[in-house]
């Protein structure tokens, strides 16, 4: 036997219906593409490390006017100096911004780590407070599963830079876009406070040793916790291998 012939009449979809679903998915799209932000690149692909200079653009975040620094281009200083380091070591590294004139939302600079799908994300800062005498190291997390890198970097920083009257200052909680967004382990560093004079000093210093120590003790930091999680490859030889 052969089915009974379809007889059932099509019916046309009412237009308003065909509008509504249309704008009602336009309206999803928007929605989603607005709580995603803006697309983010990986400015070099297949970086272990995103190193993320606070700051930028319109935005200087602090300054010690009486010696001529802006956290900004401290923060930016101090990044590019920490990631030579860690190339000596054969990681990867990418920044989030590579000049001063550049900025952008906290939440972009966890993205960038996420399209690097980079091990570790660092925020580079320098603290300040109307108080010209403290000066401490601080590590600032978002999230509780962050506590062990975050804790991590404190102790490198502290090692090195917590002499004299600077103290170990320990970690603090901060829900920070960038370190929310990124999905590998994030801390933001705050090692020293450029709103100390002798601080500031040190870190207005032409010969840049201040900032060099600093970026050696973020290095550490990092370099540390790849160890222990994962390792570092060894450096590929920079010469060519003689024939
Ligand atoms: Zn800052």
Redesign the pocket.
């Known amino acids: 036997m052969t089915d009974p012939p379809h007889t059932e009449r099509r019916r046309a979809v009412p237009l308003p219906l065909v509008i509504a679903l249309v704008l009602a998915t336009a309206a999803i799209a928007v929605v989603v593409l607005w709580l995603r932000g803006p697309s983010a690149q990986c400015p070099v692909p297949r970086a272990d490390v995103v190193l993320d200079p606070?700051?930028g653009g319109e935005e200087p975040?602090?300054a010690n006017p009486a010696f001529g620094i802006v956290?900004r281009d401290l923060n930016l200083d101090t990044a590019n100096r920490t990631a030579a380091l860690l190339r000596d070591r054969g990681l990867i590294v990418a920044l989030t911004r590579e000049d001063n004139v550049t900025g952008m939302s906290t939440w972009q600079r966890g993205r960038i780590a996420n399209a690097c799908n980079a091990r570790v994300f660092v925020s580079v800062?320098?603290n300040s407070v109307s108080d010209p005498v403290p000066n401490h190291v601080l590590t600032l997390y978002a999230d509780a599963s962050d506590i062990p890198f975050a804790q991590a970097m404190e102790d490198a920083m502290a090692a090195s830079l917590a002499t004299g009257n600077i103290y170990d200052g320990g970690l603090r909680q901060l829900r920070n876009g960038g370190m929310i967004a990124a999905k590998m382990p994030a801390a933001l560093v705050e090692p020293v406070f450029l709103s100390n004079p002798e601080e500031a000093a040190r870190l207005a210093a032409p010969d840049g040793a201040r900032r060099q120590q600093i970026a050696a003790a973020i290095a550490a930091g990092i370099t540390g916790w790849l160890e222990d999680h994962g390792g570092i490859a060894s450096p590929v030889p920079a010469s060519p291998v003689a024939r």
């Open positions: 606070g700051h975040g602090a956290e800062h320098h």
